[in-house]
């Protein structure tokens, strides 16, 4: 993945402004900063479902904006809140039954619907299987199973089965937003080890944080602050503009910029369509 001066402009402001990222193919992708500051809509355009206003990205080959629909195919997104979330009446396993049945209505080949009923099961019951072991997830671990409600789910079980049910179509890119929201510190580190367990595997991971973690491989911070690999990896860091257009660092008017980037952000996510 790669981008280059990527914005999105809303109504009353800059949802994000400047953005670049260079990330290789399986890895972990921190967008990091205060809420308000632009990260969902700069995991909802990096995923095709938001419209950038400048600047362009690269996702597994696929150029944005210009080819929003291609980079749906091979993304996935998780826990977005308002875009896509579990439903709390459901069960894990009626979550899962319905994923796998969307897949195969909507994401496979049409020829795949002539092979005995068997078969598909059995298929389907591989993705399942191979979904619920990347993210560590055991429903019979649950307190009533796999007919646990989602109301009854822990925080961090309840991240599990939402990156297991975006597993499910094999994406190249996989998005997670609020990483971290509500964890305590055992369970937060717990949600990146499954993360960088994921990009281990070869998808690239994009994770909405508001601190940075030490797992990932590249950080993109929303707040005008630097965009750098993570330690250990030796690159140098990059100069990122402030999603209001201010360089970083802030200076007189940061207070507004701040503030004009929030109304930006939540005009943005608003009026921008989501497929």
Avoid: I
């Amino acid at each position: 993945m790669r981008a280059e001066g990527f914005g999105l402009k809303g109504p009353r402001g800059w949802a994000f402004r400047g953005v670049g990222v260079d990330a290789a193919p399986g890895s972990l992708v921190a967008l990091a900063g205060p809420s308000g500051s632009g990260r969902t809509c700069l995991l909802l355009a990096l995923t095709g479902r938001m419209k950038a206003t400048e600047g362009h990205a690269d996702v597994d080959g696929v150029r944005l904006p210009r080819k929003m629909a291609a980079v749906r195919k091979v993304s996935a997104l998780a826990h977005v809140p308002g875009v896509s979330e579990l439903d709390p009446a459901f069960t894990v396993v009626e979550h899962l039954r319905e994923a796998a049945l969307l897949r195969r209505r909507f994401g496979g080949s049409p020829l795949a619907l002539l092979r005995p009923r068997a078969e598909r099961a059995a298929e389907n019951r591989r993705r399942v299987e191979a979904a619920l072991a990347a993210v560590a997830l055991d429903p019979e671990t649950l307190p009533k199973g796999e007919r646990t409600s989602v109301r009854d789910l822990e925080r961090l079980e309840a991240l599990r089965l939402s990156v297991a049910l975006a597993l499910l179509t094999e994406p190249r890119l996989l998005a997670v937003d609020d990483a971290d929201l509500k964890l305590g510190d055992a369970d937060e580190a717990a949600a990146w080890a499954m993360l960088r367990a994921v990009a281990d595997s070869g998808v690239t991971v994009l994770a909405v944080c508001t601190e940075t973690p030490r797992e990932a491989d590249v950080v993109v911070r929303t707040d005008g602050g630097a965009q750098t690999a993570a330690a250990g990896t030796g690159a140098a860091p990059v100069e990122g503009r402030a999603p209001g257009g201010a360089a970083p660092g802030g200076g007189p008017d940061s207070d507004q910029d701040d503030d004009d980037n929030e109304e930006g952000a939540a005009d943005a996510f608003a009026e921008t369509g989501r497929a």
